[in-house]
């Protein structure tokens, strides 16, 4: 079994700055890749960021987040700066790990909150 857990979220006035991580545990062979989604309110789960060999953002972050890893750890963050309210959302952790047995599965962590006051 794999545990992602999250830390970093809360709530920031807009033009704000937060980082988020995730660090996963457990019956670890290798990460293949790791992400941000987030989810506000009435609206559906979208892809923030990616970190799978390269990058990849969502058109409405690029150039305010970044993700970055931490392999030795097995963590990920995503640096937010320049915060919008429409940011405002729970935000999720994503990894696609091969286990001890060899098989890629993908986890979730419990999501953080993330607020941005206007």
């Known amino acids: 079994q794999v545990q992602l857990v999250e830390s970093g979220g809360g709530l920031v006035q807009a033009g704000g700055s937060l980082r988020l991580s995730c660090a996963a545990s457990?019956?670890?062979?290798?990460?293949?890749?790791m992400g941000w989604y987030r989810q506000a309110p009435g609206n559906q789960r979208e892809l923030v960021a990616r970190?799978?060999?390269?990058?990849a953002y969502a058109d409405s972050v690029k150039g305010r987040f970044t993700i970055s890893r931490e392999n030795a750890k097995n963590t990920v963050y995503l640096q937010m700066n320049s915060l919008k309210p429409e940011d405002t959302a729970v935000y999720y952790c994503?990894?696609?790990?091969?286990?001890?047995?060899?098989?890629?599965?993908?986890?979730w962590g419990q999501g953080t909150q993330v607020t941005v006051s206007a």
């Open positions: 994503n990894a696609k790990v091969v286990t001890l047995l060899g098989t890629e599965y993908t986890y």
């Open positions: 457990g019956s670890i062979f290798k990460i293949n890749a």
């Open positions: 970190s799978s060999g390269g990058t």
